[in-house]
């Protein structure tokens, strides 16, 4: 089973500021990732797939990157709304796995 | 619009049976995979199954596997997931997920049903 280790786990920040999120692969996946956002109940909501390619209707200031074992979600520019938990899962190989998540909080 | 609706969610008590539903509409369900992911009390989430588009392919993750069934009916456009031999550490929220690729990452997600298991 491909693991995937996310950090930090927690990254406070305030509106405006950049958001650097990790996620980390215990083998390499190509670029056979994806990464969700998701709000207090409210169910995952995809941003970005195969690494770097964004979702239908998501803003550009999400940008994904990495290949491999090492990715990255980048936020330019945090909005109110963008403050959520992030998740990062992989479709390498059965079985599919998620990260243990991202909470970019207010700080 | 994509629509997935869960329901079937409930309390039950260890080792009891459960089946829960995701009605989908607003896509052609037949052409797409689906699978559920479920989400414990202030966790992450964890996939649990996987059913291919004409539903002769699964797949299971190994913490239900031999408790858990997948299936689909097309012609209603609804995906099923039987749970057998509950356990407390299946309470969650199951959320059914419409794969976009193969394998799949998931597009589309349904708001998700609550499952607990306790006596």
């Known amino acids: 089973e491909i693991v995937l280790t996310q950090s930090p786990a927690t990254l406070s920040l305030s509106p405006g500021e950049r958001a650097t999120l990790s996620c980390r692969a215990s083998?390499?996946?190509?670029?056979?990732l994806a990464w969700y956002q998701q709000k207090p109940g409210q169910a995952p909501r995809l941003l970005i797939y195969?690494?770097?390619n964004r979702a239908t209707g998501i803003p550009a200031r999400f940008s994904g990157s990495g290949s491999g074992t090492d990715f990255t979600l980048s936020i330019s520019r945090l909005e109110p709304e963008d403050f959520a938990v992030y998740y990062c899962?992989?479709?390498?190989?059965?079985?599919?796995?998620f990260g243990g998540g991202t909470k970019v909080e207010i700080k | 619009e994509v629509q997935l609706l869960e329901s079937g969610g409930g309390l039950v008590q260890p080792g009891g049976s459960l089946r829960l539903s995701c009605a989908a509409s607003?896509?052609?369900?037949?052409?797409?995979?689906m699978s559920w992911v479920r989400q414990a009390p202030g966790k992450g989430l964890e996939w649990v199954s996987f059913?291919?588009?004409?539903?002769?392919?699964?797949y299971f993750a190994d913490s239900v596997k031999g408790r858990f069934t997948i299936s689909r009916d097309n012609s209603k456009s609804t995906l099923y997931l039987q749970m057998t031999s509950l356990r407390v550490e299946d309470t969650a929220v199951y959320y059914c997920?419409?794969?976009?690729?193969?394998?799949?990452?998931?597009?589309?997600w349904g708001q998700g049903t609550l499952l607990t298991v306790s006596s």
């Open positions: 059913i291919n588009s004409n539903g002769g392919t699964t």
């Open positions: 997920a419409k794969g976009a690729t193969w394998p799949p990452h998931f597009d589309y």
């Open positions: 899962q992989q479709r390498s190989n059965w079985p599919l796995t």
């Open positions: 607003g896509f052609t369900f037949s052409s797409y995979s």
């Open positions: 195969d690494a770097s």
């Open positions: 083998q390499g996946v190509s670029s056979y």
